[in-house]
């Protein structure tokens, strides 16, 4: 028996454990990405509103990390990260019912979770204090549903929100951008997203940009494992 399924089986799970042990929804059960979310914030992008800092996939960053961090992503960062001053009001992407306040799905100090139709949720990390959203209660494309805050929960080290696409079974990572009707070529070119992707040098032209990147299962195994990464990862992957 699998160790899935003996937990599934014989143990009483808390939410935490229903988080990672969920069965995935198979791929035909979820909406086909066709633009149909929002930006999570309101106005322009710029530098003292918000911009995009780090994108999902197969970033620098989450290289550096695929072992720790991101080792349960399958070594990729499963969202995309807009900085944005603490307290900047943070909009749902899309019309949905929140399932979750502070639920077991990580980014703290505080998140919200809002499930889709087709069998997509969303999720709001590192907000600054718990949203005033309630569980089951419905929420439309726009609506105010938090406040950004910092991952370190200082509002100086790291001010940002990590954005989220999952399946409704939270098993399966998507890539946000298909999903969200924006202009990503140009919100690339600002902000820290300089820093890119990681190449792997003996297939350099794979998920170099920000609409190739995989989808991720939870617990699956690393995507990312080169022998010729590019850059280097400074004192080897941790």
Partial sequence: MSVRRFLLLSVPLSGVALAHYAAPLPLSAVAPAKAQFGLPFAGPPGPDTWMLGQGYGNTTGAYRQRRSTYGALQGIHAGLDFSAPCGTPVRAIG??????????????????????????????????????????????RG??????????????????????????????????LPFIAADWN?????????????????????????????????????????????????????
């Fill in 95 to 140: 019309d949905g019912v929140v399932a979750e306040v502070d639920g077991p799905h990580g980014s703290p100090p505080h998140n919200v979770v809002v499930d889709h139709a087709g069998n997509l949720s969303s999720l709001y990390g590192h907000l600054r204090v718990r949203s005033s959203v309630r569980v089951g209660q419905r929420v439309t």
């Fill in 186 to 238: 140009s919100l690339a070119l600002a902000g820290s997203f300089g820093r890119g992707y990681e190449y792997d040098l003996e297939r350099p032209r794979r998920w170099q940009t920000p609409d190739s990147q995989p989808a991720a299962l939870r617990g699956g195994p690393l995507l990312n494992e080169y022998r010729q990464p590019w850059p280097p990862a400074a004192g080897g992957a941790r």
């Fill in 143 to 176: 609506q105010v549903i938090g406040e950004s805050g910092d991952s370190q929960g200082t509002c100086v080290s790291a001010p940002h929100l990590h954005l989220e696409l999952r399946d409704r079974s939270h098993q399966r990572f998507l890539n946000p």
